[in-house]
């Protein structure tokens, strides 16, 4: 089921997600939940926070579109080392649609969590993978990716963000005729 994205500036995003406690067919449910949704979005990667369920849980397709799917189900996700080196990605977000900025991070990351039946699992990322897995978790911990450029910058996207839903709210004002 395709689940309703929750966009900036929603306070939901600033949330820390709690940690997963139970693997188990009501998660794996969410998860399959939270890939169509990145699908349809279309995404590479999606924190449950995104649909406004605060738990500690993401998944993440890295396939281009002409490839087979991987989806990956990441539960309870921390990383345990990063290296030294940092890489410049343009990322964008599903919660901050059509904004994209260079984002510098570690360049390699090493991610402890659980899969999707609930086996410890170590992941050794670098590149895009790294990249997608630090922004993912981010959301888990209440950041967003917009945390990581110059407050000039964050600030004009967020009050882009509220203006917009100001004008969304007005528009659904009884009375008022949306054309």
């Known amino acids: 089921m395709i689940r309703p994205l929750v966009i900036l500036p ?40 995104q649909i406004g369920v605060p738990l500690r849980l993401l998944v993440i397709d890295l396939a281009k579109e002409d490839q087979p799917k991987e989806p990956q189900v990441i539960v309870n996700p921390q990383i345990v080392a990063h290296g030294d080196a940092a890489s410049v990605y343009e990322e964008g977000c599903l919660s901050i649609p059509e904004y994209y900025a260079e984002v510098e991070r570690p360049a390699t990351v090493t991610v402890a969590c659980l899969d999707r039946d609930g086996k410890e699992r170590t992941i050794e990322a670098d590149g895009l993978m790294a990249t997608c897995l630090q922004h993912e978790i981010d959301h888990l911990n209440g950041v967003l990716f917009i945390d990581h450029i110059s407050k000039l910058k964050r600030d004009m996207v967020v009050r882009k963000f509220r203006k917009l839903a100001r004008d969304k709210a007005a528009d659904r004002t009884p009375g008022r005729l949306a054309v």
């Open 10 to 49: 929603d306070p939901v995003l600033r949330q820390v997600s709690r940690p997963v406690e139970r693997v188990d067919d009501d998660l794996r449910r969410l998860a399959d939940d939270m890939l169509e949704t990145m699908y349809d979005a279309p995404g590479i990667g999606l924190a449950a926070i």
